[in-house]
């Protein structure tokens, strides 16, 4: 099965600050690679996804971009952070066709100040 | 569009009872159904699916789910619930093609009481 990797797992940013999450995966390869923020221990918002390098699909516009430079890597940014970008973001990968579910990494909790 | 209702907020049970997490969905074509648990600050672990066939499913730690495509509905339950199931339980949705696009409800906090 896949391994899902983020870092950092916790990060306190400052308003204005610049953003990279960057997650990575091993186990597979061409996965389906999703972005997703969840706020305040409930639901999560689908962000961006990408289906292969380069290709991204943005769901939300928002002060965030993702990016695909490697088949298994899949980088969220942000150039200048708002307090509302604070959150829990989860990255995942997917396989459909092999496994069909979704698998997950650990998160990284980000706190604007 | 795709889009996942789970419609209540927090599920109350007696350790030993049995439990149902409610799900609804809307989605064009056969769904690919799933459910997935989450522990505090820590990522999504899966539980289950539907993919084709049998309409009950089961999945780890004892849960099972029932697909029902008329009340396009996949409510997850247990026959006997433990403390140790406490936690955050989200239904996902989507479409077999190769978009990938997988949509989370909103979440559903289960407590079980000894």
């Known amino acids: 099965s896949q391994t899902i990797h983020q870092w950092p797992a916790t990060l306190v940013q400052p308003v204005g600050s610049p953003l990279s999450l960057e997650c990575t995966v091993e186990g597979t390869s061409n996965p389906n690679l999703y972005w997703y923020r969840q706020a305040a221990g409930r639901g999560l918002q689908l962000l961006f996804y990408s289906v292969g390098i380069g290709q991204i699909s943005s769901e939300v516009p928002q002060n965030l971009s993702a990016s695909r430079p490697q088949d298994r890597q899949f980088i969220l940014s942000s150039k200048k952070l708002l307090l509302s970008d604070s959150g829990f973001y989860l990255c995942?990968?997917?396989?459909?066709?092999?496994?069909?579910?979704?698998?997950f990494g650990q998160g990284t909790r980000l706190t604007v100040v | 569009a795709q889009s996942v209702a789970q419609p209540e907020d927090q599920v109350n049970v007696a350790e030993g009872n049995p439990l149902t997490v409610k799900c609804t969905y809307s989605v064009s074509g056969n769904p690919y159904l799933f459910w997935y648990v989450q522990y505090p600050n820590r990522g999504l672990q899966f539980l289950l699916k539907?993919?084709?066939?049998?309409?009950l499913v089961k999945g780890s730690y004892g849960f099972e789910a029932e697909f029902n495509k008329s009340q396009t509905s996949f409510h997850l339950k247990k026959p006997s619930a433990l403390v140790s199931d406490s936690a955050l339980y989200f239904c996902a949705v989507r479409a077999p093609s190769n978009t990938g696009k997988l949509i989370f409800g909103q979440g559903t906090t289960l407590q079980v009481k000894p």
């Open positions: 539907y993919i084709t066939g049998d309409n």
């Open positions: 995942a990968s997917a396989r459909f066709g092999v496994d069909t579910e979704a698998f």
